[in-house]
Each structure stands twice: as C-alpha cells, then as structure tokens.
C-alpha cells in the first residue's frame, strides 16, 4: 500500500504504468531508429562508426545527467524534475525529425540523452519513497516487466515505420509518444516526497553527500555489479544492426528476431523475482540469477565455438541471459538506494551514471571491436559478467549492516 497522501490519489496499477512508460524513454531513444541506420548513413553520407556514435552521444550525456537528475529530484521534488525533462525530450527530439546534418543529429541526439534518463532514475526513488519491504521488490519487479516490453516493442515499430516513411518517421514517433507521456503525467503523477523530507540545494551540501556515496564500499560494489551485468546484455542492444543484417542475414523489418527473445527473458525474469519477495532471502534470488546467466554465457561461448550465428540458438542465449539478469537486477538496486535512505534520489543518479557510462563505452568501444565475430562477442559477455559476479560475492561476504535485513 502506498503510504503518502499524495501517492493514494493514483492506483498502484496506473503508478507503476506510468514509472515503467517513463523507463522506456530510454530504450525507445535507442532502439526504435536502429532499424533505420543504414538509410541515415545514406543520408548523411555517415559510416558505420559514425552511426554508433549517435547512440554514444546519446548515453554520454545520459550519464553525465544522471549526476544530477537524482539530486535535484531530492531538493525540488520528484514530479516537477520529471515533467521538466519530458517537456525538453519532446524538443530534442523534435530536432533530431528535422536535422538537415550529421552533426545536428548529434546534438540533439545529446539532448535527448539529458533529458531521457530522468524518469528512470527519479522513479527508482519514488518506489522506494512508496513502498518498503517485499512491496518494494515486487514493485520494481512489476515496473521491469512492463519496461520490458520497450526494447521488444521499439525496433518493430522502427522497423514498419522506416520501410514505410523513413527514418525521420521514427523520431516523430518519438515526439508523440514523449508528448503523451507529459500529457499523462501532468494529469496523473504524484508527488511522492514531502516537503519536509527534501534536502537544500547547497552546492557544499551536494558536494558531501555524491563524496560519502562514491566513497561507500557497499555501494560501488552493487553499482559496479548492476552495471557490469546490464552491460553484457547491452552488447547485443548496441550492435543490433551487425546482429540482424550480418550474423543472421535479415532486414530492417525482422529486428524482432532479436529484441523479442531478449525481452521475454527480461519479462520472466522480473516476474520469478516478484515471485521470490518475501519467499526467499535477496542472497538466495541473486545466486538463482547469476546461475541462469552463466549458464546462458557458457551456452554461448560453446555454441558459437563451433558453429554460425543462427536461429534460434544464437537469440535463444540472449533469452536465456536476460532472465537471469532480471531476477537479480531489482534486488540489486534496492540495496543499493537502501544504503542512503535520506539520498535515494542521489544513489540512483550515481547508478544510472556508471552503468549509462559503462554502455556508452561499450557502444563506442568495445562493440566496434568485436561485433564481427559473434564468439568474440560471447567471450566479452562472459567477462563483463565474471566482474559483475565478483562484485555482487564481494558485498554478500561483508558483515551486514544493523539496518539491513
């Protein structure tokens, strides 16, 4: 049940709708215009490496918003930062349907990135704000499955909308799903923090408290982990358009091939850890999914080993990757924003840093590198997740804190 005044004016069915179509900006700002990447570079007369850093642009300043989306939602409130970054998302990508040149598409790739990752962060801290306990994680659960669904759901649309209209038909969809979504929440959001429980904005003030986050030990390691794990996933998302149209010989239209299996891992798996709350310790759900992605890699690395990219084996191993790490991501980050309940906002803005900084990176370069070979791909996967595991082992063996359970 939700405990503020203000939240209780909203159902949970239509707040958790709301927070997981706030989620999906992200993904829809990356995956929707994949589709689409070799008509852009015909456009602009842009390369490959070119087009990948139009979803480098996107995450670096994604990521270095992500500093700050979390801080100003704790002093100013969690609703007015989101309807704020919504409103300039509709401009931004407003701009991206109508640049007439390369590097205008940049730029308000760019801006889009600023604006898009304030309603992920913001509404991983108005879960916790809502909700405690197993309610938390069965929340988070259910906002995972219906974000979900973006990444699946994205690339097809891209994919009808580019063989139909072209590419610059993908960002106004863009645009009308952005402008709904203000439309929605001005209507509907609540405010989930109260007043008396927000913190000044003081520059010093801010300064102390992102230094006791990045020195906390705990929360480097479930950061470092959740990044680590998502980012092995990612690889797949960043090269999509190598996976679709090289390893498995498909077209814009079949992307679906892809997205769909690794999606439905995400959904199953948000939807066992949402089974697992209150039934089983958070150690106990996190072993499960780091078993079903070492499973999944070594599954991968064995298949590719001696064999082509094909379906369904190849997508399959995605499917299976997925799931796992989906049953462990919600209980990841819940201990991870329970480590500083008085800067929730904060904690999920240094999170969404590091992992939109790990992507970025993997989109710009370590994709590049490998998505030749789907092995190398697999290899890489298997690494990031070793240093994902590492961590997670790290914090399960520290003593535990008097306030944890």
């Known amino acids: 049940m939700l405990p503020s005044k203000s939240v209780q004016t909203v159902s949970v069915p239509v707040f958790a709708i709301l927070l997981a179509a706030l989620a999906m900006l992200g993904p829809f700002s990356i995956d929707t215009y994949m589709p689409s990447f070799p008509e852009i570079g015909h456009t602009f007369g842009a390369s490959t490496l070119e087009l990948q850093f139009t979803i480098s642009a996107f995450l670096a300043t994604f990521a270095i918003m992500a500093l700050f989306h979390g801080a100003l939602a704790d002093s100013f409130g969690r609703r007015p930062v989101i309807l704020a970054n919504l409103a300039l998302f509709v401009v931004a990508s407003a701009g991206c349907a109508l640049a007439a040149a390369f590097h205008q598409l940049l730029w308000f790739r760019a801006l889009q990135g600023m604006a898009g990752g304030a309603g992920l962060i913001v509404g991983r801290a108005m879960i916790r704000d809502s909700f405690a306990g197993d309610d938390a994680q069965r929340m988070m659960s259910t906002v995972t499955m219906i974000f979900g669904l973006a990444p699946a759901i994205a690339p097809i649309v891209g994919g009808w909308l580019q063989a139909a209209f072209g590419w610059r038909s993908v960002f106004l969809f863009l645009v009308a799903y952005s402008a709904i979504l203000l439309a929605a929440c001005c209507r509907a959001l609540p405010e989930t923090l109260p007043r008396d429980e927000r913190q000044p904005f003081v520059a010093l003030s801010l300064l102390a408290n992102y230094c006791k ?52 891992g995400i959904v199953i798996g948000a939807f066992i850890s949402g089974r697992m709350a209150g039934r089983f310790a958070q150690s106990q759900t996190l072993r499960l999914g780091y078993a079903v992605m070492f499973v999944a890699v070594a599954c991968n690395v064995a298949y590719h080993a001696v064999a082509t990219p094909a379906l369904p084996w190849t997508v399959l191993c995605v499917m299976l990757y997925a799931m796992g790490m989906a049953i462990a991501m919600p209980t990841l980050t819940l201990l ?36 030749d070979s789907a092995l190398e791909v697999a290899f890489t996967a298997t690494a990031l997740l070793i240093c994902g595991a590492v961590c997670t082992i790290r914090f399960l063996r520290m003593p535990k804190l008097p306030e944890q359970s």
């Open 213 to 264: 986050l990045l020195g906390n030990l705990r929360f480097g390691l479930l950061s470092s982990a959740i990044a680590f794990n998502f980012t092995a996933f990612f690889l797949y998302i960043a090269a999509a358009p190598v996976v679709i149209y090289q390893w498995l010989g498909l077209n814009e239209t079949q992307f679906a091939w892809l997205f769909i299996p690794g999606i439905s």
């Open 336 to 371: 991870a924003l329970d480590l500083f309940p008085h800067n929730r906002g904060m904690a999920a803005s240094l999170q969404a840093f590091q992992h939109s900084m790990f992507t970025a990176i993997a989109a710009v370069a370590i994709v590049p590198c490998v998505a």
